[in-house]
């Protein structure tokens, strides 16, 4: 097939293309926080200069807000249209490195990196949350993500009370033998995955478990329900998450 036999040069034309929709990526946002720098200017500047600095200043806060509302919303949508999508009935898909798959997953994985230097001031929020759903994820309900590294949205999916530490790295894809493998993430319900962890593709979190500061959990590894699992890579730490409870006890 063409697309495997010149990988090399879709890749470069592919990449050119990108830069492009980067741009437009970056710079269509600024439109909409034109027009209501505009539309606030004009109805609340008065003659006094130094009211309208006031007014200038405060306007600029509510256009970068709506830059990068409008940022996270573009980007989000575009990868929900383009992303991989694994079947329903399988845990993940495999494909060769030089295919569309891997050209696909490359574009999404390139936007979300496109929306990090604004969605780092969204988290933990409903905002936050919206643009990962927007992206692909599976977001229940009292969420909190406190993470710009959820890297592969659209196979990740975490249920109701799900608390995501600082710097954590969820990654839902590795490469391995010349393939490139995406693999569901699941963190269950009410499990607690701590600041600087970083889970693997095919990870399991069970209800209630917890994965200590800076654990490592290694693909396709599952963790029981209510369990604390810490070290790089995690081991059990203690076979209840309550904190009255040793291991062994």
Known sequence: MFYMKNFALVQTIGSAILLVYTIVLWGLPIAPAMVVFDVITNHFLTDEKYINYIIYSLTIGVCFMVYMLSLLFMSGMTQRIIHVRIPADKDKIVDKLESWTTVRWAVCAHL???????????????????????????????????????????????????????????????????????????????????????????????????????????????????????GLPVKLLKESSDRNTQKGE
């Open 112 to 230: 979300h990196r496109c929306t990090h230097p604004v969605l780092v001031h969204t988290i933990p929020s409903p905002i936050c949350n919206a643009y990962y759903r927007l992206a692909g994820a599976r977001i229940g309900k009292g969420v909190q993500i406190n993470s710009i590294n959820l890297n592969d949205p659209s196979v990740i999916s975490i249920e109701d009370k799900v608390v995501i530490g600082g710097r954590s790295v969820i990654n839902g894809h590795l490469v391995e033998k010349g393939q490139l493998i995406l693999a569901r993430v699941n963190l269950k319900k009410g499990c607690l995955i701590g600041a600087g962890t970083t889970i693997q593709p095919g990870v399991t979190v069970g209800e209630g478990a917890v994965i200590a500061t800076n654990g490592l959990v290694g693909k396709w590894k599952n963790i029981p329900a209510g369990e604390v699992w810490a």
